[in-house]
């Protein structure tokens, strides 16, 4: 493989120069943190799986007009997208209460919100990407007031295409975070989607049984991390039916011991999932 020049080493994703000019390629690793990386461990086939489903839900939102910065997946690992500015705000949005929302406000998890709301957090780990509002982001040049404006009418609408997407696979998408960037043509400037979403972004419920499909899995030791991924993966109907999760220990967590199923292919050693009809 040809060496590519690292731009970027995040904690779920690396960032390589792209092949082409304004271009950059993501690579998905299997790596999870959570609470701003005090938590770490590593999902076996996460990287995989994330990719899998982000490029299908950014596939989907692409088509329906939405500006983003994917381009196509590449291999199992990796995609091509856009290189933009990211801005530095993390755009939350929320159809039920749970989270760092129902911590903060007192509220039950699961309450579910008469209208959705929408948040701004500051991106920075180092301060836990604390909540915002449009005052703090334009008054401190994190974005102006058109940008925020345009991203909630692009969260807003990316969260009623997803919550039918993904009601008719029988889950319920809770809340999720998004991520713009800026890219600039012809002297012009304008914001386009970044980032994943993905089941490491999303709050993702099964409909019935209530079930956590997503990191919470991770954060709140719940076990079946690798499991849950692939089963939101094969309701969109990107995995194949027989692929099957290795009940060995394949999901590491630093100073902790977590048993947690990997991903095997059915009749084959190798770790990472058979995936189903191409993007
Ligand atoms: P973090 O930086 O929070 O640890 P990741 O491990 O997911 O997150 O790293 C991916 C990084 O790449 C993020 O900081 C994200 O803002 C940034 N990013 C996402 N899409 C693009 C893009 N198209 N161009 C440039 N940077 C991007
Ligand atoms: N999120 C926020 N920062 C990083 C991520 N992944 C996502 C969570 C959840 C939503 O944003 O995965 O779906 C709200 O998170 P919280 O912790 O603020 O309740
Ligand atoms: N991704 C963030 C972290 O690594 C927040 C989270 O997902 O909980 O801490």
């Not at 970027?8 to 390589?16: F, L, N, R, S």
């Not at 390629?25 to 959570?34: N, P, V």
């Not at 180092?126 to 969260?155: C, F, Y």
């Not at 991520?179 to 419920?205: H, M, N």
């Amino acid at each position: 493989m040809a060496r590519r020049k690292k731009l970027y080493e995040g904690k779920a994703k690396i960032i390589y120069k792209g092949p082409e000019p304004n271009t950059v390629i993501q690579y998905f690793k299997d790596d999870a943190t959570a609470f701003n990386a005090q938590k770490k461990g590593s999902i076996a086939g996460k990287g995989v799986l994330n990719n899998r489903i982000s490029s299908h839900i950014f596939q989907r939102l692409n088509e329906i007009g939405i500006p983003t910065h994917f381009l196509k997946r590449i291999n199992m690992r990796e995609q091509l997208v856009r290189h933009v500015e990211i801005v530095p705000i993390e755009v939350i949005v929320r159809n039920i209460a749970a989270g760092s929302m129902a911590k903060r406000l007192g509220i039950e998890e699961g309450t579910p919100l008469a209208r959705s709301i929408v948040e701004f957090c500051y991106k920075s780990d180092e301060l836990g990407d604390p909540l915002i509002n449009d005052d703090h982001a334009v008054t401190l040049g994190w974005a102006t007031e058109d940008e925020l404006d345009q991203m909630v009418v692009m969260a807003l609408r990316i969260n009623d295409f997803l919550s039918g997407m993904f009601a008719g696979i029988g889950i319920r998408l809770v809340d999720f975070k998004l991520e713009f960037g800026r890219v600039f043509e012809e002297d012009q400037e304008f914001l386009i989607l970044a980032d994943e979403i993905s089941p490491d972004t999303c709050r993702f419920w099964d409909m019935e049984t209530g079930k956590k499909l997503d990191k919470d899995r991770f954060r709140r030791d719940l076990g079946g991390v690798a499991d849950a991924y692939q089963e939101v993966a094969r309701r969109l109907g990107i995995l194949n039916a027989n692929d099957s999760v290795k009940q060995e220990g394949s999901v590491t967590q630093e100073g902790g011991i977590a048993q947690e199923g990997g991903i095997a292919q059915e009749g084959g050693g190798k770790k990472e999932p058979r995936l189903g009809a191409a993007e």
